[in-house]
């Protein structure tokens, strides 16, 4: 038998109700959108994006899981310390976790010598207001600061058996959105200290601090095409 369409209205429409059943029960959600047509407009949202998307793997599911975000169906995203915790509405509720692999510590040690005298304060780092080439050593999806494949492993209650179900590709993708609002959480995720990063620091306040990265074409940058 052939699977009812829903449409993308449809979609948001139920997510907004599961939603507010569970915030009625109590339940503090954390959701995650999709910025316009881009799923992120910041540095570490699009480098974060890139590395996914060099999963060859997981390519068939990621279509599936950026429609998923840009209709508003992942409705919580958690990000601790190793793992992402998500509730994704598609025709029902999914949830799921996202195990992440601590980062190679030889790898990270070598893109800390590439940075040592580059990076002089915390806010910079997080606002990605750094030459070109501290960019693309800290956003090389191959040895920079984002996981690799093979490091993660996703389960979801969903009947989906393949390595990465749509849901949990929509939550990946949510990631790359929250790090435009907090890019602190990546560093989280991967139980990275910040401050290794740069010389002389600045206070815990500007774990805060708002990106705006619209001087750099990041797109042209980084070679991503999200729209």
């Given at each position: 038998?052939?699977?009812?369409?829903?449409?993308?209205?449809?979609?948001?429409?139920l997510a907004q109700k599961i939603a507010q059943d569970l915030a009625d029960q109590g339940e503090i959600l954390h959701p995650a959108t999709a910025h316009?047509?881009?799923?992120?407009?910041?540095?570490?949202?699009?480098?974060?994006?890139?590395?996914?998307?060099?999963?060859?793997?997981?390519?068939?599911?990621?279509?599936?899981?950026?429609?998923?975000?840009?209709?508003?169906?992942?409705?919580?995203?958690?990000?601790?310390?190793?793992?992402?915790?998500?509730?994704?509405?598609?025709?029902?509720?999914?949830?799921?976790?996202?195990?992440?692999?601590?980062?190679?510590?030889?790898?990270?040690?070598?893109?800390?010598?590439?940075?040592t005298g580059k990076i002089t304060s915390l806010l910079d780092l997080l606002q990605g207001n750094l030459t070109e080439d501290i960019l693309t050593v800290?956003?090389?999806?191959?040895?920079?600061?984002?996981?690799?494949?093979?490091?993660?492993?996703?389960?979801?209650?969903?009947?989906?058996?393949?390595?990465?179900?749509?849901?949990?590709?929509?939550?990946?993708?949510?990631?790359?959105?929250?790090?435009?609002?907090?890019?602190?959480?990546?560093?989280?995720?991967?139980?990275?200290?910040?401050?290794?990063?740069?010389?002389?620091?600045?206070?815990?306040?500007?774990?805060?601090?708002?990106?705006?990265?619209?001087?750099?074409?990041?797109?042209?940058?980084?070679?991503?095409?999200?729209?």
């Amino acid at each position: 038998m052939m699977e009812r369409y829903v449409s993308a209205k449809d979609k948001s429409t139920l997510a907004q109700k599961i939603a507010q059943d569970l915030a009625d029960q109590g339940e503090i959600l954390h959701p995650a959108t999709a910025h316009g047509k881009k799923i992120a407009t910041s540095f570490w949202g699009y480098a974060w994006c890139r590395a996914i998307e060099q999963w060859q793997d997981y390519e068939s599911r990621l279509p599936a899981g950026r429609s998923l975000l840009r209709n508003n169906t992942v409705i919580d995203l958690v990000i601790e310390p190793g793992l992402i915790k998500a509730k994704v509405v598609h025709k029902e509720l999914f949830e799921l976790r996202i195990f992440i692999d601590e980062p190679d510590e030889e790898r990270l040690t070598a893109v800390r010598d590439r940075c040592t005298g580059k990076i002089t304060s915390l806010l910079d780092l997080l606002q990605g207001n750094l030459t070109e080439d501290i960019l693309t050593v800290l956003g090389d999806p191959d040895n920079g600061l984002f996981p690799e494949y093979g490091q993660i492993r996703a389960s979801c209650n969903c009947i989906d058996d393949a390595c990465l179900c749509a849901h949990a590709a929509a939550a990946l993708y949510g990631v790359g959105a929250m790090l435009d609002e907090e890019p602190a959480l990546l560093f989280k995720l991967r139980g990275i200290d910040m401050e290794s990063f740069f010389d002389t620091g600045t206070t815990a306040d500007s774990l805060a601090a708002d990106v705006d990265f619209s001087s750099q074409d990041l797109s042209e940058m980084f070679g991503i095409h999200l729209d």
